[in-house]
């Protein structure tokens, strides 16, 4: 699976892909697991940490934000490796609850999707979790890695910026198309779309998603330039 390197040293494990993704930082001694993913991919995820810690206990966890497929597995990490879970403040509860409302849609198919999850009420749900740090705005984990809020997919998504190379977003956006960064889904598009002029302004030079493979700054850069006259 793909790794990254920063100037500094960081290094930047992708330890799940397919629908959803997870990483492993290393800054030094410390560890931190961005994402847990979902439960089918538990067997991989548990190994390729065992194998990446190598015995060594995971220094954090950090949920970008609380939707079902990105912390499916969260329960089972904290109770192997004791971390600390990391969550923004506006989602901490819906972790303690153990669900999420389904998001609005940002396209018309996604939005019929949610119309229809709506109407029957459905929340998403998972293992209850009991946070241990909650952050607001911005949190340092380490050295070179910190955490910004970047809202707009939902109100409480958070990205960690490693070195201010490498920025690992959650939804804030996409990696799924070539030619687009937008995600399917998202609460404040407005707000999603000043998320991604604060990324830009970290000067990352790479945005590993949830969902894909990683967006350049040329691309998230065009993205903002077109989305920014639109909506802000
Ligand atoms: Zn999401």
Redesign the pocket.
Known sequence: MKKWITSGGCKIHQVTKGRSNSYLVLDGDISILVDTGLENSRKELMKKLNDLLGGNDLSYLVL??A?Y??IENTAIIKEKYGSKTVIQSNEAENLRQGNFLI?NGTNILTRIVVGVGKRIGRLTTYKKIFSHIVVDYNYSLSPKCHLVHTPG??SG?MSLIVDDEVALV??AMFGVFWWSVF?P?ADDVPAMIRSWGKLLNTGSKLFLP?HGTENSRELLEKQYNKYRAKYI
């Open positions: 970008t934000h939707h497929d990105h998001p997919h939902t998504s959650g939804d995600p889904f949830g």
